[in-house]
């Protein structure tokens, strides 16, 4: 059985999860739309894992005593969201690069502290269940995110999807922000 935090930690997970997952391979063809080719393409997702990989590290050392690691992953949720409804204002290339390094500074954000509070707050004697939950879970609501965000794009829009896409996330935010409250 779950306890609390961790019923916070993977749902909020997985609501993120639907929305991120909605984008996934239609990126390539959303990064064409504003005028990027395949070197621009490469440019935008190199940027995001790399500001990414250098923040996940800088706030994995912050958050070992210097901040909460629960207001640090609140703070990540929120900012996801703020620049996930930013992909409606994207015009060119340099918007999606200036996006996705914001998307890679709210990952840092939330990452190394989600896995620090699920592994903090998982019950010990079902680790393994619960990492498999995690892990498990979030392919799996990311593989149905995957199709319909292709419904949505074919049927509606890229912009009909990112409101979603911000909705979505707007409610894994306020969940997530759960994990605030002292029990």
Do not use: C
Not at 39 to 67: C, E, N, P, Q, R
Request: hydrophobic share 55%; no cysteine.
């Amino acid at each position: 059985m779950l306890n609390k935090k961790e019923r916070i930690l993977l749902w909020s997970s997985n609501l993120w999860l639907l929305s991120d997952g909605m984008l996934g391979p239609l990126f390539a063809v959303f990064a064409e739309r504003v005028g990027g080719n395949v070197l621009d393409i490469s440019w935008a997702w190199a940027i995001y894992l790399m500001v990414t990989g250098i923040g996940v590290i800088i706030v994995g050392k912050l958050s070992d005593g210097i901040f909460s690691q629960e207001w640090m992953l609140v703070i990540g949720y929120a900012l996801n969201t703020v620049f996930t409804f930013g992909y409606l204002f994207v015009a060119t290339p340099v918007h999606l690069f200036l996006l996705q390094a914001g998307l890679g500074v709210s990952l840092a954000l939330a990452n190394p502290t989600w896995y620090a509070l699920y592994d903090k707050h998982s019950t010990k004697r079902h680790e393994g269940w619960a990492w498999g939950l995690a892990d498990g879970e979030g392919k799996i609501v990311m593989g149905f995110a995957i199709i319909l965000g292709g419904f949505i794009v074919t049927y509606f829009s890229f912009s009909a999807l990112f409101i979603i896409m911000g909705v979505i996330q707007v409610f894994a935010t306020i969940y997530q922000a759960r994990i605030l409250k002292k029990t």
